[in-house]
């Protein structure tokens, strides 16, 4: 009879450490869910918000902001850096999603006060900050090209992100920037990366503004990251990467102008790969 007491007394245990096991189980699915619900929120808001033109809006069928963000695992709490703004699309979907919550740093070129792309650049990508409170809260940080760069604090950032920037750099600058990437992230941290993206097999000197998707991964490895996966979330299968005047020839720049623009508005924007990387945890 104790032996029978005993093991209903074990099995009564087991149970309870089971149902405990999936008590916690069920309440970490749910705090993941709702932080996931609050990061689309965050960023749902931001996209449609009127601070944005309608100009911009309509790039959003190309450039996916929300799935793209949400890809990296972006999270309105995060320390973020975004590499060379421009003239700030994606700062305007990231700085009032991060705004009260997380810091947004825009490593972007210095003013070196020369009448340059450079300077000029960072002058408009100024005055924008300042037009709307919206970009308040956002940091600047000096960026150059093929120099080491101090992208934000050393170790600070949960998420570094560049958009079709990798063509700007060529391959000694795609690899110093990851190298710069990976000390501003945290153990841990994501690296991601939007591309126009080279078709395997098809030359680079034919297909002028695209990037090899193998040789990007290549570089990021060999700046101590991790290859975490990627996304046909901006692919374009109508775009076949020869054109005229490159990826140029597409919308928005339509560098031919009026020349075949029909043809051209109906490709669309690039195809574009969406690799995500990761800063290996000591």
């Known amino acids: 009879m104790t032996i029978k007491t005993?093991?209903?007394?074990?099995?009564?245990?087991?149970?309870?450490?089971?149902?405990?096991?999936?008590s916690l189980s069920a309440t970490a699915h749910d705090t993941h869910a709702h932080q996931s619900d609050a990061s689309t929120k965050a960023l749902e808001t931001a996209v449609a918000g009127d601070h944005r033109t309608a100009k911009n809006k309509a790039r959003d069928q190309y450039r996916n902001p929300i799935e793209t963000l949400s890809f990296f695992g972006f999270k309105p709490s995060m320390t973020v850096v975004e590499i060379t703004p421009g003239g700030g699309w994606?700062?305007?979907?990231?700085?009032?999603?991060?705004?009260?919550?997380?810091?947004?740093?825009?490593?972007?070129?210095?003013?070196?006060?020369?009448?340059?792309?450079?300077?000029?650049?960072?002058?408009?990508?100024?005055?924008?900050?300042?037009?709307?409170?919206?970009?308040?809260?956002?940091?600047l940080t000096d960026f150059?090209?093929?120099?080491?760069?101090?992208?934000?604090?050393?170790?600070?950032?949960?998420?570094?992100?560049?958009?079709?920037?990798?063509?700007?750099?060529?391959?000694?600058?795609?690899?110093?920037?990851?190298?710069d990437a990976f000390n501003a992230l945290k153990p841990g941290g994501v690296l991601g990366v939007v591309e126009h993206r080279l078709p395997a097999g098809v030359d680079a000197e034919k297909?002028?503004?695209?990037?090899?998707?193998t040789k990007t991964i290549k570089q990021a490895k060999a700046a101590g990251f991790r290859f975490a996966g990627s996304s046909e979330v901006n692919a374009n299968a109508k775009d076949l990467a020869i054109h005229p005047k490159?990826?140029?020839?597409?919308?928005?720049?339509?560098?031919?102008?009026?020349?075949?623009?029909?043809?051209?508005?109906a490709i669309g924007e690039s195809d574009r790969m969406t690799l995500k990387f990761v800063k290996p945890a000591k």
Do not use: M
């Not at 093991?7 to 405990?20: F, Q």
């Open 246 to 265: 490159g990826v140029w020839t597409l919308p928005p720049r339509l560098a031919l102008e009026d020349k075949d623009r029909e043809k051209y508005l």
């Open 6 to 22: 005993n093991a209903l007394k074990s099995i009564a245990v087991a149970i309870t450490l089971s149902c405990g096991a999936l």
């Open 90 to 139: 994606y700062t305007e979907i990231l700085a009032p999603a991060l705004k009260g919550k997380g810091t947004l740093y825009g490593a972007h070129y210095p003013d070196t006060g020369e009448d340059n792309y450079y300077s000029n650049s960072r002058k408009k990508l100024v005055k924008k900050l300042a037009s709307d409170v919206v970009f308040s809260e956002v940091v």
């Open 207 to 213: 297909a002028r503004g695209y990037v090899s998707e």
């Open 144 to 179: 150059t090209p093929r120099q080491q760069s101090e992208l934000a604090p050393q170790g600070t950032a949960d998420l570094v992100l560049t958009f079709r920037n990798l063509h700007n750099w060529k391959d000694a600058g795609v690899e110093q920037v990851f190298k």
